[in-house]
């Protein structure tokens, strides 16, 4: 009997060799973020003054920083803070845009008016620079810039949900199951929600990448992580003084940050293309 290989059986828009690549380098890093402590051998604040700035070798795979810590080793511990402040961003944008995006377009009228003028409002400003402003006010952290950050995302979830619940509404089941008196809690949970759970996912998947490039870029001025903590958008930043004469301190970090929010977009892509039945079908 012939084998089935593993990619045969994945849905056609997840066999292109590069989204399995993608999802290759998501699973890696996810599985850094959560085993990290015991993937290496140093401690990721293990200072040793006698090597200090090394270039990568043998002991050192990608080199040491200006306190002789092992960057290997700060990029693995790095990879926790920086995957979870990713899903911190999208988690509090989801949760509250999803609801307030439903409801929006299931409700309509005067609520539905109110909720696009405060979101047109705040996605007018720039959104960097307001985060800039939130986190600084909240004070310099990760969890500050977490919250920040998933705050100004929200604006954007609430469109993506509440274009799927506008056109739901108006769907022959949910006006039959409106006129036999079903209320509107029962309306979103049961009808509104499932149907505007898969492009939402598909937004969450491309937003995961964007998250993980705010969040270092927050952590590279010195508003997100703080040191000593082991964070790629710090390291970066605490590398930038080093960068023409020792390129791998910040050449490593930035080349494993484009890699995984690249990964997530192209994951992203590749789930759009599996959820949405026109793209198949064009493809096929």
């Not at 070798?57 to 810590?69: I, N, P, V, Y």
């Not at 506008?166 to 199951?177: G, K, N, P």
């Amino acid at each position: 009997m012939k084998p089935i290989s593993i990619a045969a059986t994945l849905p056609l828009a997840l066999r292109t060799p590069l989204t399995l690549a993608a999802a290759a380098v998501a699973a890696v890093v996810c599985f850094v973020a959560l085993f990290a402590p015991w993937l290496t051998p140093y401690a990721p604040n293990a200072m040793d003054l006698n090597s200090v700035l090394q270039p990568p070798s043998w002991k050192h795979w990608a080199g040491t920083d200006e306190l002789g810590r092992d960057l290997l080793t700060r990029i693995f511990h790095g990879a926790r803070p920086s995957v979870s402040a990713a899903l911190g961003i999208v988690g509090i944008g989801t949760a509250f845009g999803l609801l307030i995006g439903t409801l929006s377009g299931l409700l309509a009228g005067w609520f539905d008016t109110v909720v696009m003028r405060l979101t047109d409002v705040v996605m007018a400003l720039p959104g960097m620079v307001v985060a800039l402003a939130l986190t600084a006010a909240l004070g310099p952290s990760l969890f500050n810039a977490v919250v920040a950050l998933g705050v100004l995302a929200v604006p954007a979830y609430i469109r993506v949900a509440r274009g799927q619940a506008l056109a739901l509404r108006e769907r022959e089941y949910v006006l039959a199951a409106r006129s036999m008196g079903a209320s509107t809690w029962h309306l979103m949970r049961a009808h509104v929600l499932p149907n505007v759970l898969p492009p939402v996912l598909v937004f969450m998947t491309f937003h995961l990448g964007a998250s993980i490039l705010a969040s270092s870029a927050l952590s590279f001025i010195g508003l997100g992580a703080q040191p000593p903590d082991a964070e790629w958008g710090s390291m970066i930043g605490a590398g930038r003084e080093y960068v023409l004469g020792h390129w791998w301190y910040v050449t490593i970090p930035g080349v494993v940050i484009i890699l995984t929010a690249s990964s997530f977009n192209l994951l992203g892509d590749a789930l759009r293309d599996w959820l949405d039945p026109r793209l198949a079908r064009d493809k096929a």
